[in-house]
């Protein structure tokens, strides 16, 4: 699955959109052919079930007029006077068979109007029929005593003279001994009705053949894939036509799962029922379900076709869809890669005012942003080696001064001017310790030298107006500060607090650790002067603004006051975190 993924990742946007529609199309497609194919099997079985209900409505129509017709019939005959007395003559002596036809010969006409009817035959109280005649080629009866013996005699005597309808197979004795065709039959007890007494002194069999069924069906179904078939409830197979199956010797169990309502059996079958009234037949409509399939098969050949040929036709439509999507894309990728390979001047036509128009626009001005920040930069860099240019210079004068110093103070010292060469000296060391090799941070105890050698000069400045003291801790004196951070508060301290004094004044320098902080502490007794108001520069070129603001890129923590001294003068205090050797970061100016 992640291999897909990553293939599916890796195609262009014009084949994503390719796959994505067709993918969209496929199911789509298999959507609709799921939908009209349950919407085909529901169509199929209503079919079905519609012709299955015209089928056996039309079979049960049929066979209850034949049914009703024969009852009548049979009915019409046991309570016909002339039978009976003929049925009373054949009690007494056996009469011969003229005479019988002769007084039965109404029975002709009644059969010559039925013409359905295949057979007539009436037993007295002997062994041979006092009637029978035979519509088609069946021939001779069984004698009524073994007739007497079967199950359907009894069946017809506990009915006590009702009609009786079974089969008469061609297999079947019980009555036709030469039976031709297969039968349906009406049997019953004949009864005297004019007896005191009930009993039983005949009985009668009318039948109609199957045929006359087959023909009415040949019509109305598909003899080749539907079969008609009538069970009796026990089992007994009464009638069947149509197509045969493999099953059928097991049918009529696999019928039995059927209800009153359309089911199916299986993929193969659909079947359905309806109970014949005045029997205990149930007549069943079997159809293959193979031969609306093959319908189904042409119409779904139909249909792929056709989506074969919407499918065809949207390929050259999808394709110019993806191409006038992913176009602007590609002139923008295109745009990007020479602007990638340093091309500052190319720019994407903006075509649409969708997401991509808006995407290119954005694209464009970046690129102009992106060009007028490098020409920017460009000039800054110029401009930046210029001022190193410059100060390279500029750094040969205080290097020059340096050493003019240094040589002046030797001259002094060979001509025995001790006060001008310490005067030299302190202030050639004031140079040194500012330039500190172009390094911004010092150790504290070279800024405490540089402070020392600025107090000197003061002192000699001053005389005995000035006084100072200096204090540092061993412990911090290799720690690593920014350099002329103490320098311009001391100056500050002489100009604004000392000098303006009539009288010997007094400053104090201190450096000490406390509670992992370095303390710088700058005292005088002098005026004092107010903390708010901005500080001019002083010789150095530092102010106290300055040194806030590299205080403040350095530690961010930093604390500084500055506020009277009592009884006069200025305290000024300055605290930094103590983190160790290298605590503090280098910043190039």
Not at 167 to 196: E, G, M, Q, W, Y
Not at 368 to 383: A, F, G, P, T
Not at 398 to 409: E, M, Q, R, T, V
Request: charged share 20%; with cysteine; proline share 3%.
């Amino acid at each position: 699955m992640k291999l897909l993924i990553n293939k599916i990742n890796r195609l262009s946007i014009r084949n994503k959109i390719l796959l994505f529609f067709y993918s969209i199309i496929l199911m789509v497609t298999i959507f609709i052919s799921l939908y009209f194919q349950n919407r085909h099997n529901q169509r199929l079985t209503d079919i079905i079930t519609t012709q299955h209900s015209t089928t056996l409505h039309q079979i049960a129509s049929d066979l209850s007029f034949i049914q009703d017709d024969l009852r009548d019939i049979s009915t019409y005959l046991i309570i016909n006077s002339d039978l009976q007395n003929v049925i009373e003559a054949n009690r007494e002596v056996e009469t011969d068979t003229l005479y019988n036809q002769n007084n039965l010969k109404f029975i002709y006409k009644l059969i010559a109007s039925k013409s359905y009817i295949s057979s007539v035959i009436i037993y007295g109280h002997r062994e041979a029929p006092l009637f029978f005649v035979y519509t088609d080629e069946s021939t001779d009866n069984n004698a009524f005593s073994q007739i007497k013996s079967t199950d359907l005699y009894n069946i017809c005597k506990n009915l006590n003279g009702k009609p009786y309808w079974h089969l008469l197979d061609t297999n079947n004795k019980d009555i036709i001994l030469n039976n031709s065709f297969d039968k349906f039959a009406l049997s019953r007890v004949i009864v005297n009705p004019l007896s005191k007494e009930f009993y039983y002194h005949g009985f009668l069999t009318i039948t109609f053949n199957h045929d006359v069924i087959d023909k009415s069906l040949s019509s109305i179904i598909n003899t080749e894939q539907e079969r008609i078939v009538i069970y009796s409830d026990s089992g007994e197979k009464i009638y069947a036509f149509g197509a045969s199956y493999e099953n059928e010797n097991t049918e009529f169990d696999w019928l039995q799962t059927m209800t009153e309502d359309t089911q199916y059996v299986d993929k193969q079958f659909i079947v359905s029922n309806q109970h014949l009234p005045q029997t205990d037949w149930t007549i069943y409509s079997i159809t293959n379900r193979d031969y609306y399939t093959e319908s189904y098969t042409r119409d779904s050949t139909v249909w792929l076709f056709i989506i074969i040929a919407c499918i065809a036709i949207t390929l050259p439509l999808s394709l110019v869809l993806s191409t006038y999507i992913s176009a602007p894309i590609k002139r923008l990728l295109q745009s990007m890669k020479h602007f990638e390979e340093g091309d500052f001047s190319v720019s994407v036509p903006v075509k649409t005012y969708d997401e991509i128009g808006i995407l290119s626009e954005s694209y464009n001005k970046m690129v102009i942003n992106i060009k007028s920040l490098i020409d920017e930069v460009y000039v800054l860099k110029l401009q930046e080696k210029e001022a190193e240019l410059k100060a390279l210079q500029a750094g040969i004068n205080p290097h020059f001064l340096y050493n003019a110093l240094d040589s002046i103070y030797w001259k002094a010292l060979s001509n025995d001017q001790e006060v001008i060469a310490e005067m030299l000296f302190s202030l050639s060391q004031i140079f040194r310790l500012s330039l500190s090799r172009g390094n911004d941070r010092i150790q504290i105890t070279k800024e405490f030298e540089l402070v020392r050698h600025y107090l000197t000069l003061q002192k000699m400045r001053f005389n005995d107006k000035l006084n100072y003291t200096i204090h540092l801790d061993d412990t911090i004196k290799e720690q690593m500060i920014p350099k002329l951070i103490i320098q311009p508060f001391v100056e500050n301290a002489i100009i604004h607090g000392i000098e303006p004094l009539d009288t010997p004044g007094t400053v104090c320098v201190e450096g000490y650790l406390s509670n992992d902080q370095i303390i710088f502490k700058i005292i005088d007794d002098g005026v004092g002067y107010a903390p708010n108001t901005k500080t001019q520069k002083t010789s150095s070129g530092y102010a106290i603004d300055n040194i806030k603001e590299r205080l403040s890129l350095i530690y961010p923590n930093y604390e500084l006051t500055i506020h009277p001294n009592q009884p006069s003068g200025t305290r000024v205090i300055l605290k930094i975190p103590y983190k160790g050797d290298n605590n503090v970061q280098t910043i190039n100016h």
